[in-house]
């Protein structure tokens, strides 16, 4: 199964920027999906954003609409979130997450199967 690590997580103040990454230890193929998530303290995990590996096409939940972009890179088996005008409500343990087949508009609803360790992201003043 592959194995997911995250990085770039860190304390920002609002308004600033980070950019996580998330390492496949093996390569991501054209069918997946890789979606990242966060959960805040005392609430439940909530979706962010999505890609499909083979097309690229991406979703996003309408809180960070227009601040956070995916992308990947499939030479480097790595995908990403620049996070812009991060505000204290982003705040949050960040995880990447597998899904084996890519469910478009359904991401959130797909069976995602591996998972990272999650990375701290906290905005704070």
């Known amino acids: 199964q592959v194995q997911l690590v995250e990085s770039g997580g860190g304390l920002v103040q609002p308004g600033g920027s980070l950019r996580l990454s998330c390492a496949a230890s093996?390569?991501?193929?054209?069918?997946?999906?890789i979606g990242w998530f966060r959960q805040a303290p005392g609430k439940e995990r909530e979706g962010v954003s999505c890609?499909?590996?083979?097309?690229?096409?991406?979703y996003y939940v309408d809180s960070v609409k227009g601040r956070f972009t995916i992308s990947r890179d499939n030479a480097k088996n790595t995908v990403y979130l620049q996070m812009n005008a991060l505000k204290p409500e982003d705040t949050g343990v960040y995880y990447c997450?597998?899904?084996?087949?890519?469910?478009?508009?359904?991401?959130?609803?797909?069976?995602?199967?591996?998972w990272g360790q999650g990375t701290q992201v906290t905005v704070s003043s």
């Open positions: 997450a597998r899904v084996d087949l890519w469910y478009g508009t359904r991401w959130l609803e797909a069976p995602y199967d591996s």
């Open positions: 890609i499909s590996i083979g097309e690229g096409t991406t």
């Open positions: 093996e390569k991501i193929l054209d069918h997946y999906g």
